[in-house]
């Protein structure tokens, strides 16, 4: 896939349903394009990165637009520093940096666009001023379910803490997700043989799904 044309027919390709009419990009093909258009009028540029379109500034990222299960998006990758005067931006999970817009229909978009453009025009200043996101320096909070684990096999603990931080942190968020206790142990479970073998929550995208 080379082109933002090639992601709106067969998806971003990282999972089994790419190119099927299982693809959740399918179901969003109308919002996305729309998204896209309103993002090009701005002036950046239309890349493809890690399957998804990325738009940047000066080789800067400054918004990707994208497709989840239930919603197509546009999110800032400095989103946190847009002063956000609509109180529209929501965060996405523990991210610290990026903010993201979730739209299910077209008229949603057309209702904002010029709000949405102004995000955009604003993201870019941002970008051209140098200016950069303080991340927390703590480290994340581990799941106690993840420390029991620890606590019934030091060498799981080992193995997850050779991981790097930002795998380490990607397996946390991961399992701290699931509301129920039973939930976020099967996730353990389940990812435990990865976390063995070195290999990060997402690397399995990243090499096709092998």
């Known amino acids: 896939m080379n082109t933002v044309d090639d992601y709106l ?4 390709m990282r ?23 309103l993002v090009l009028e701005t002036g950046l540029k239309e890349e493809i990165k890690w399957g998804v ?12 637009v ?3 299960k239930e919603s197509a998006n546009i999110g ?12 529209i931006l929501q965060q996405q999970g523990n991210i610290q940096s990026g903010r ?8 949603a978009i057309e209702e904002i666009a010029g709000v949405i453009q102004s995000y955009i025009r604003e993201a870019i200043e941002i970008e051209e001023k140098g200016l950069r ?4 320096k703590e480290p994340e909070q581990l799941p106690e379910e993840l420390l029991e684990a620890f606590d019934d096999d030091p060498m799981f603990k080992k193995a997850f803490y050779a991981l790097t931080p930002g795998r380490q942190r990607a397996y946390s968020i ?3 997700q699931p509301k129920q206790s039973p939930t976020r142990r099967s996730r353990i479970s389940k990812y435990k043989e990865q976390i063995f073998n070195g290999i990060g929550l997402h690397d399995k995208y990243g090499n096709g799904g092998k």
Do not use: M
């Open 53 to 64: 379109p990325v738009y940047t500034h000066n080789g800067k990222n400054i918004v990707t």
């Open 100 to 107: 993201i817009l979730r739209f299910t229909n077209t008229s």
């Open 66 to 68: 994208n497709a989840l």
């Open 76 to 87: 800032f990758y400095k989103g946190v520093l847009l002063s956000d005067n609509h109180k």
């Open 133 to 136: 996101v303080e991340f927390k």
């Open 9 to 12: 027919v067969q998806g971003c």
């Open 174 to 176: 991961y399992f701290s």
């Open 15 to 37: 999972c089994k349903y790419g190119g099927t009419p299982q693809c959740k990009v399918l179901n969003w093909v109308e919002e996305l394009e729309l998204l896209r258009q």
